[in-house]
């Protein structure tokens, strides 16, 4: 009789409470107390043996309740159950264990069994039925005995009815995590759902097809690596991420991967970061999104064995077309847009022409807001072979650790050495946290050089030679990250697409864009732009065209100026103590770029001498590239002839005082203003103005760039 009480087949019945008490005479089925109704009746209180489960094939039944079935009904039973006996009070111990609202536990099903004082977490198929009732013992002091799965089921997912076809998924590892983002993202009304893994290596192919077409995001545990044998054995939250990449890499919509942070202690998951930011769901929200990649954490350790890096053989571009007057590009831009003027496409031209000129790679940002027509002119360059396209940058995205199928390097540089990326926007940078920012901004300043490398955990370096332009769409936010670019070493200028911002100027845009959707020429729109930017491109240019010497030294005193004005002054963000000394940079960089631009300007029109309405627009690049709220503070200066303080700049530029004095005492470190204390004539108290050093002054009058 002991050895049929323990048949595996019970295990299930006996973990929710049944206690084998008799058997039949056939052996088979084992008899106790019913678990959903005690064997209790209103003739017979006083429970009987009256639940029945045969031990080879799990039926089951009890003969005073009437419930029955199988395998999966005793679990359906066992989630109605556990629901039926949980109430307030067995919700708040929960919640406080947990951590936890009370709701969230409620709106997952978490349910109660008195008989074994457990809880229930139910785990579902797509379909909403029950795959697991999972029993959680709050008072087990081991972990091991805490969480236990019902015995002889598949483990399922995690997840709240109704929402598992949401298009924005964020997947967690573990009931408890899976719970708690769903209540952040309930918080922050944010659209999506949370799904749970039982655990971090227990995504399998039978759970892909929900994830199919969706916006993924996962979300496991930090769990530490190990040594083992003098091998590297990384931890399970890397080790599950990198499965799910293998199952989900190209059937996603978009697929991101949490990368915690160093210092985090091992096993720190979603609850614990809610819990350290006080509940806080906007917080917990920026810092995943601040810390998400493409790529899991890890994947380089033991995916990729990448050969060494010199570029993926790129065919050479040739240019070998007849081309087109710069013209006929400008007829096709004025007829699908509207702009104010066509300085925009020219600068962008110049540049890709520029850049096959010997010397430092011109790099440009297009500066423009939403809406701008930048986005436009950028990808009118997707059918240029000399240009490679892209929507955004990553760390990753530039030099790849990732080993493809096929052998080729996936890496950015590899493909684009002597030719142009186009950046369609470049703002997702500043979005970015801190360590991926200076990643990339490390990485681009290797780039700019031609000579670039990485080093990855397994001990390879990739190392690159490969040259390229950068063309990049960013909006004026880019003003606010200047500062960290400069410091660590700027490379590049930039170009502010200019607009009519009259309220007529914007009207007549919006009836442009009416007028185009209307014709159904919106679709032919891209498709002319691409082909005539690529037909001009097309062709190899002659570059015979010399500057003047007076304007080579124009040139000059432009590049002077504009290090000047964007020296960076790194101050701490809350104190406003200066950290760093100044920094102004050597124009031997930005010399060569606006020499490169000017010439390649007069190439595209054609023009054989120093034509000054390029200059104009040469000095208009240089007034985009340093700070709009520095350059308006120093014209107003200078044009003022005399000292004047910071009350009057602030009134005459329309900004604040405060940012008008810190704006004011940088360009006075970098030297480009002079400070002067006046006395007052009645002899109380002192005022102090300002006016523009001897050396800008200096520029200024070499360059005409006021």
Same mark, same amino acid.
């Given at each position: 009789?002991?050895?049929?009480?323990?048949?595996p087949?019970?295990?299930?019945?006996?973990?929710?409470?049944?206690?084998?008490?008799g058997?039949a005479?056939?052996?088979?089925n084992?008899s106790?107390?019913?678990?959903?109704c005690?064997?209790?009746?209103?003739k017979?209180?006083?429970?009987?043996k009256?639940?029945?489960?045969?031990?080879?094939?799990k039926?089951?039944?009890?003969?005073?309740c009437?419930?029955?079935?199988?395998y999966q009904?005793?679990l359906n039973e066992?989630?109605?159950?556990g629901?039926?006996?949980?109430n307030?009070?067995r919700?708040?111990?929960? *919640?406080?264990?947990?951590?936890?609202?009370?709701?969230?536990?409620?709106i997952?099903?978490v349910?109660y069994?008195?008989?074994?004082d457990k809880y229930y977490?139910?785990? $579902?198929?797509?379909?909403?039925? #029950?795959?697991?009732?999972?029993?959680?013992d709050?008072?087990a002091f081991?972990?091991?005995?805490?969480?236990?799965? @019902?015995?002889?089921?598949?483990?399922g997912?995690?997840?709240?009815?109704n929402?598992?076809?949401s298009?924005?998924?964020?997947?967690?590892?573990?009931?408890?995590?899976?719970m708690v983002m769903?209540?952040?993202?309930?918080?922050?009304?944010?659209?999506g759902?949370?799904?749970?893994?039982?655990?971090?290596l227990?995504?399998?192919?039978?759970? #892909?097809?929900?994830? #199919?077409n969706?916006?993924v995001?996962? $979300?496991?545990?930090?769990?530490y690596?190990?040594?083992e044998n003098?091998?590297?054995?990384?931890? +399970?939250?890397?080790?599950? +991420?990198?499965?799910?990449?293998k199952?989900?890499?190209?059937?996603?919509?978009s697929?991101?991967?949490?990368?915690?942070?160093?210092? $985090?202690?091992?096993?720190?998951?979603?609850?614990?970061l809610?819990?350290d930011?006080?509940k806080?769901?906007?917080?917990?929200?920026?810092?995943?999104?601040?810390n998400?990649q493409d790529l899991?954490?890890g994947?380089?350790?033991?995916?990729?064995?990448t050969k060494?890096?010199?570029?993926?053989p790129?065919?050479?571009v040739k240019?070998?077309?007849p081309?087109?007057?710069?013209?006929e590009v400008?007829d #096709?831009?004025?007829?699908?847009?509207?702009?104010?003027?066509?300085?925009?496409?020219d600068?962008?031209?110049?540049?890709?022409v520029a850049?096959?000129?010997?010397?430092? *790679?011109v790099?440009?940002?297009?500066?423009g807001?939403?809406g @701008?027509g930048k @986005?436009?002119?950028?990808?009118?360059l997707?059918s240029?072979p000399?240009?490679?396209?892209?929507s955004?940058?990553?760390p990753?995205v530039?030099?790849s650790?990732?080993?493809?199928d096929?052998?080729?390097d996936?890496?950015?540089v590899?493909r684009?050495?002597n030719?142009?990326?186009? %950046?369609?926007d470049?703002?997702?940078l500043? !979005?970015?946290n801190?360590t991926s920012?200076?990643?990339?901004? @490390?990485t681009l300043?290797d780039?700019?050089d031609g000579?670039? +490398?990485?080093p990855f955990?397994?001990?390879?370096?990739?190392?690159?030679?490969?040259?390229?332009?950068?063309?990049?769409?960013?909006? !004026?936010?880019?003003d606010?990250?200047?500062?960290?670019l400069?410091?660590?070493?700027e490379?590049?200028?930039?170009f502010?697409?200019?607009l009519d911002?009259?309220i007529?100027?914007?009207?007549n845009?919006l009836f442009?864009?009416?007028? +185009?959707?209307?014709?159904?020429?919106?679709?032919?729109m891209?498709?002319?732009?691409q082909?005539?930017?690529?037909?001009?491109l097309?062709?190899?240019f002659e570059?015979?065209f010399?500057?003047?010497i007076?304007?080579?030294?124009?040139?000059?005193?432009?590049?002077?100026?504009? !290090?000047?004005?964007?020296?960076s002054v790194?101050?701490?963000?809350?104190t406003?103590?200066?950290?760093l000394?100044?920094?102004?940079?050597?124009?031997t960089?930005?010399?060569?770029?606006?020499?490169?631009l000017? %010439?390649?300007?007069?190439?595209?029109?054609?023009f054989?001498?120093?034509?000054?309405?390029?200059?104009d627009l040469?000095?208009?690049?240089?007034?985009s590239?340093v700070?709009k709220?520095?350059?308006?503070?120093?014209?107003f200066?200078?044009e003022a002839?005399a000292?004047?303080d910071?009350?009057?700049?602030?009134?005459?530029?329309g900004?604040?005082t405060?940012?008008?004095?810190?704006?004011?005492?940088?360009l006075?470190?970098?030297?480009?203003?002079?400070?002067?204390k006046?006395?007052?004539?009645?002899?109380?108290?002192?005022?102090?103005?300002?006016?523009?050093?001897?050396?800008?002054?200096?520029l200024?009058?070499?360059s005409?760039?006021i």
């Amino acid at each position: 009789m002991d050895n049929l009480f323990k048949n595996p087949n019970l295990t299930i019945f006996k973990q929710h409470g049944f206690t084998p008490a008799g058997f039949a005479s056939d052996m088979e089925n084992v008899s106790g107390t019913c678990i959903f109704c005690g064997s209790k009746s209103s003739k017979s209180p006083k429970p009987k043996k009256t639940f029945f489960v045969n031990v080879k094939t799990k039926k089951w039944d009890c003969k005073i309740c009437g419930k029955e079935g199988g395998y999966q009904t005793f679990l359906n039973e066992l989630y109605t159950f556990g629901l039926e006996n949980i109430n307030y009070d067995r919700y708040e111990l929960l *919640s406080s264990d947990r951590g936890i609202g009370i709701k969230t536990l409620a709106i997952f099903d978490v349910g109660y069994n008195p008989i074994i004082d457990k809880y229930y977490v139910p785990s $579902l198929k797509k379909d909403g039925s #029950v795959m697991d009732i999972a029993l959680y013992d709050y008072k087990a002091f081991d972990k091991r005995y805490k969480f236990i799965s @019902s015995a002889g089921t598949n483990k399922g997912l995690y997840f709240r009815k109704n929402l598992i076809d949401s298009p924005v998924v964020y997947l967690c590892e573990g009931q408890w995590d899976t719970m708690v983002m769903d209540e952040i993202l309930r918080r922050d009304r944010l659209i999506g759902c949370s799904i749970g893994l039982p655990g971090a290596l227990s995504f399998n192919r039978d759970f #892909v097809d929900v994830f #199919v077409n969706k916006e993924v995001t996962v $979300l496991l545990d930090n769990d530490y690596d190990r040594i083992e044998n003098d091998k590297v054995i990384l931890g +399970s939250g890397k080790k599950g +991420s990198i499965k799910i990449y293998k199952l989900l890499k190209g059937k996603c919509k978009s697929l991101k991967f949490i990368h915690w942070d160093d210092e $985090l202690k091992n096993g720190y998951d979603v609850r614990d970061l809610y819990t350290d930011l006080n509940k806080n769901s906007k917080k917990t929200i920026t810092y995943i999104n601040d810390n998400i990649q493409d790529l899991p954490k890890g994947i380089n350790e033991i995916e990729v064995e990448t050969k060494s890096g010199t570029p993926t053989p790129i065919p050479e571009v040739k240019l070998d077309g007849p081309g087109c007057s710069i013209k006929e590009v400008h007829d #096709v831009f004025n007829k699908h847009l509207l702009l104010q003027n066509t300085n925009s496409v020219d600068i962008v031209l110049a540049t890709i022409v520029a850049n096959r000129l010997p010397g430092a *790679s011109v790099w440009l940002f297009l500066v423009g807001p939403s809406g @701008s027509g930048k @986005s436009e002119i950028l990808m009118s360059l997707g059918s240029t072979p000399e240009v490679e396209s892209i929507s955004s940058l990553t760390p990753h995205v530039l030099i790849s650790g990732f080993a493809r199928d096929d052998g080729k390097d996936p890496s950015l540089v590899a493909r684009v050495n002597n030719r142009d990326v186009c %950046i369609k926007d470049f703002t997702t940078l500043t !979005g970015m946290n801190i360590t991926s920012q200076q990643e990339i901004i @490390s990485t681009l300043r290797d780039c700019f050089d031609g000579n670039c +490398s990485k080093p990855f955990g397994n001990g390879e370096d990739k190392k690159y030679k490969s040259k390229f332009g950068i063309i990049a769409g960013v909006t !004026g936010i880019i003003d606010f990250f200047s500062e960290n670019l400069t410091a660590l070493g700027e490379r590049f200028i930039r170009f502010d697409v200019q607009l009519d911002t009259s309220i007529v100027g914007e009207r007549n845009v919006l009836f442009k864009i009416m007028s +185009s959707i209307s014709s159904g020429s919106k679709s032919s729109m891209q498709e002319e732009l691409q082909e005539v930017m690529a037909k001009f491109l097309n062709y190899k240019f002659e570059f015979t065209f010399q500057p003047s010497i007076e304007k080579k030294e124009q040139i000059i005193a432009l590049a002077q100026w504009t !290090g000047l004005i964007r020296g960076s002054v790194i101050r701490d963000n809350r104190t406003g103590e200066i950290l760093l000394k100044p920094m102004v940079e050597y124009s031997t960089r930005l010399t060569e770029q606006y020499y490169k631009l000017y %010439i390649a300007l007069h190439i595209i029109n054609s023009f054989t001498e120093d034509n000054e309405s390029i200059y104009d627009l040469l000095k208009e690049v240089a007034v985009s590239t340093v700070h709009k709220n520095n350059y308006n503070i120093l014209r107003f200066i200078y044009e003022a002839k005399a000292g004047v303080d910071i009350q009057k700049v602030s009134e005459a530029i329309g900004l604040p005082t405060p940012t008008v004095k810190r704006h004011v005492e940088n360009l006075t470190i970098l030297r480009v203003l002079t400070k002067t204390k006046l006395e007052k004539i009645d002899g109380f108290g002192s005022t102090v103005t300002y006016t523009p050093s001897n050396r800008i002054k200096n520029l200024i009058y070499k360059s005409t760039i006021i």
